[in-house]
């Protein structure tokens, strides 16, 4: 088992390793900016090592930076949580050539799943469903017009290395194709470096639905069952739930096995999403792999008590799965909240908090980094918590999110609070009758006075 551990991160996912590392008996190295000294995970963890100043290019995303804190303080191991570097195959292979365990995927795996034209083929081959599209990345305007009409329209324009929703346009005629192929590429060129464009069929009223899995070395995979993630803003998660509303027994193992089958084939090692859209027939296909931890895996390991981080080091450290597939027991929602007015199109609002009150009580959790006094620096993603809540039913899980929101108080700053506190009473939510397509026409209700 390793001995210490740098978490390459920041925020809440840095606490929430550093925790169950403390648990495990491994001790912790902390890295941060300027910007987050005063940070919890700076704080709580055994030592800590400031990589450089705010820009996420000089300090969070600095390779040379990390991998030397990690020498100075003989770490033998790198979690590299989410975002910043977790998908990132050069930062994996200089973890191996200085012989510091990655705890993570393999650069192979990186590489393999991280294009998304190249994920998807390699799909096709596990004989997991895709979606209809292009035979990877597409050569030209002429190209794309062709498959466009032979698959016919809705289609919906990618970019191979994208993220985050850049680079993507939904087309429903062929006169918008030429205009939708322009500005992508020149949207995921400046996002990304890379101009390449795949397509695929659009897959109409979608539900995004993924399905946590855990691979080891020997090659042996199981899953731990679905999250619904399709209370989006702009290809943001805003909420997450599991058991999925919209899932029947048979779809939850059809699902299951696929995912099973795609993290085998690949022999991926380690925690991962295998990322699909369901369609109002229950059809499914699939969408994309995450080779991380997910924000939202709180409510995974609520509904089925497992500690996905500590599975994690365990795997990296090379101890076998049980390969026992879970399925929930619970109900558990996530609500992110975001450091943003959603009374002003989500606009980012770091500063100060000034008095926080967290909620408590049963069934109720919160992975948080900031405390009353605590700045929030502009530098970063807005997530400042999670809020999870968990119960017996998907109905008392939202009347404990309702209790636990309205428990929830934080001032000096605006926050996606009152968003979450109206979501969880809108007819079609209450009902799980939403898609990706809901926050298109969800508009926020006057502020009572």
Known sequence: MFKKILIANRGEIALRVIRTCKEMGIKTVAVYSTADAESLHVRFADEAVCIGPPPS???????????????????????????????????????????????????????????????????????????????????S???????????????????????????????????NLRAAWDSA????????????????????????????????????????SERDCSVQRRHQKL???????????????????????????????????????????????????NT??????????????????????????????SGKNYFPQLHSIECRINAEDPYNDFRPSPGKITNLHAPGGHGVRIDTHVYSGYVIPPNYDSMIAKLITTAQTREEAISKMK?????????GVKTTIPFHRQLMEEPDYVAGNYTTKFMEDFKMKPIEQ
């Open 57 to 139: 290019n000089l300090s969070y995303l600095k390779i040379s930076n990390i991998i030397a804190a990690a020498e100075i303080t003989n770490a033998d191991a790198i979690h590299p949580g989410y975002g910043f570097l977790a998908e990132n195959a050069k930062f994996s292979k200089i973890c191996a050539e200085h012989d510091i365990k990655f705890i993570g995927a393999s650069p192979d795996m990186i590489d393999k799943m991280g294009d998304k034209a190249t994920a998807k083929a390699t799909m096709k081959e596990a004989g997991v469903p895709c979606v209809p599209g292009s035979e990877g990345i597409l050569e």
């Open 141 to 175: 305007y002429e190209e794309a017009e062709r498959i466009a009409v032979d698959m016919g329209f809705p289609v919906m324009l990618k970019a191979t290395a994208g993220g985050g929703g850049k680079g993507m346009r939904a087309v429903w005629k062929k006169e």
């Open 185 to 224: 590429r020149q949207e995921a060129a400046a996002a990304f470096g890379n101009d390449g464009m795949y397509m695929e069929k659009l897959i109409e009223e979608p539900r995004h639905i993924e399905i946590q899995i855990v691979g080891d070395s020997s090659g042996k995979a199981c899953h731990l």
């Open 239 to 289: 909420t997450e739930e599991t058991p999925s509303p919209f899932m029947t027994d048979k779809l939850r193992k059809q699902m299951g096995d696929a995912a099973v089958k795609a993290a085998e084939y690949i022999k991926y090692e380690g925690a991962g999403t295998v990322e699909f859209l369901v369609d109002k027939h229950r059809n499914f296909y699939f969408m994309e792999m």
């Open 292 to 321: 991380r931890i997910q924000v939202e895996h709180p409510i995974t390991e609520q509904v089925i008590d497992y500690d996905l981080i500590r599975e994690q080091i365990l795997v990296a450290a090379g101890i076998p799965i």
């Open 403 to 411: 209790r636990a929101l309205d428990e929830f108080v934080i001032e």
